[in-house]
């Protein structure tokens, strides 16, 4: 099984924005920028991530993108589905009833044994995934990883946050 490489960089942008401080948030063109990637192709993922309220998207000059929900309530499923979508990547054409050699439908009355076991695969590949949260890759990145690659990230989304400016209605009056 192969993912499209939009979900690793949906998985690194999630990451990335889990650094943002309140409610700031990073341009997407910022995000593309740091990844070497193409920004129209970056924006079609981070649209997915929208959709899916892993991440919300905020307008205007200084809007941009943050997660949605605390990165301990994102799962790495909840990324990989928005980014490819609910269906299981193994679909069975039930191609033993096709072709020369099919018998007639009431031979085929137990399910195709490699449907049973890709689902099966599947099943334990979503567990995995579900079971890992999105804070837990942002600590062990912070914790594993070559402490300079830690700074200049952190350093990249201090430089790269935008604040968000609260209206008069959104601030609190002592």
Request: hydrophobic share 45%; net charge positive.
């Amino acid at each position: 099984m192969k993912l499209g490489d939009g979900v690793e960089a949906a998985i690194h942008c999630a990451a990335m924005l889990a650094g943002v401080d309140g409610d700031g948030t990073l341009p997407a063109n910022a995000m593309a920028e740091a990844f070497g990637l193409s920004p129209s192709y970056l924006l079609k993922h981070l649209k997915a991530l929208t959709a899916a309220k892993v991440l919300e998207s905020l307008p205007g000059p200084s809007g941009g993108y943050r997660l949605a929900k605390p990165a301990e309530q994102i799962t790495l499923l909840d990324i990989v589905l928005a980014v490819e979508g609910r269906e299981p990547a193994f679909r069975c054409g039930e191609i033993r009833q096709k072709g020369k050699y099919a018998l007639d439908p009431s031979a085929y009355v137990k399910p195709c044994g490699i449907n049973v076991a890709m689902l099966k695969a599947e099943r334990a590949y979503r567990a995995a995934l579900a079971g890992t949260k999105l804070s837990d890759i942002v600590s062990d990145f912070s914790e594993n990883t070559d402490q300079r690659i830690v700074a200049a990230s952190c350093a990249f989304v201090a430089l790269n946050q935008r604040p968000q400016k609260r209206t008069i209605n959104e601030r609190k009056i002592p």
